[in-house]
């Protein structure tokens, strides 16, 4: 089946940095990626629609400014998380949906990255 | 986004059959019903999906209910690797959006 990678798995940062997560689709292409984000023992919830060259589509609630997505090529997306604080630290998962035919689609999802904000 | 219903969790033995029950009353009639699954610390994967007829795979079936406002997932043999919290999602394929789940705990 069809796999996506995020990068890095874990990182831990201070309080007002950046930090910037990968989702790549390792042997198929994605117009069209998302990202969700967990907090623990928490459902997923869906922040953003990423679209290959044009702009990210934001849930509601979710600050645009403060989460940027960059679909840069078929293959890749990047979330990054401006100014973190420790309320963002949360579990990044991202995915990307491979065509079934038709209407349908199997979303692959990544292993997830595990922000810590110190 | 239709509304669903799912028992919050769920216990069974290793070997034995497992049925995750799910409310949907609200889906469209073109909504595909999605089951996907996660494991502890890692991003959901697909189990099995369908849209009017029961549907079979490798890893599981859906029974649908002929109105379509209610489906199960059926783990014939449960495992220890089958642990997981699963998600019911009625929608469209290319953008879903997960519910509370129901947690499955597998005895040995």
């Known amino acids: 089946g069809a796999v996506v990678s995020q990068h890095p798995s874990w990182v831990i940062c201070k309080s007002g940095t950046s930090v910037k997560i990968e989702c790549r689709s390792l042997d198929f292409q994605a117009t069209t990626m998302f990202w969700y984000r967990q907090f623990p023992k928490q459902s997923l919830m869906l922040m953003a629609t990423s679209n290959e060259g044009s702009k990210a589509t934001y849930e509601q609630g979710v600050e645009k400014d403060k989460f940027l997505i960059n679909h840069a090529s078929l293959t890749l997306s990047t979330l990054t998380v401006t100014s973190a604080h420790p309320e963002d630290s949360s579990f990044y998962i991202c995915s990307a949906p491979s065509g079934g035919g038709g209407r349908w689609y199997t979303q692959y999802f990544g292993p997830g990255t595990r922000l810590t904000v110190l | 986004d239709a509304k669903t219903t799912q028992p919050n969790s769920m216990e069974s033995n290793e070997e034995e059959p497992v049925h995750l029950p799910c409310n949907h009353s609200t889906i469209s009639g073109t909504d595909y019903i999605h089951w996907y699954r996660q494991l502890p610390s890692q991003g959901p994967e697909y189990v099995i999906h369908g849209l009017t007829s029961n549907v079979n795979n490798r890893m599981a079936s859906l029974a649908i209910a002929e109105d379509r406002k209610s489906s199960t997932l059926i783990l014939h043999r449960a495992t220890l690797r089958d642990a997981a919290v699963y998600y019911c999602?009625?929608?469209?394929?290319?953008?879903?959006?997960f519910g509370k789940g129901t947690k499955l705990t597998v005895n040995p």
């Open positions: 999602i009625p929608g469209v394929s290319e953008k879903l959006v």
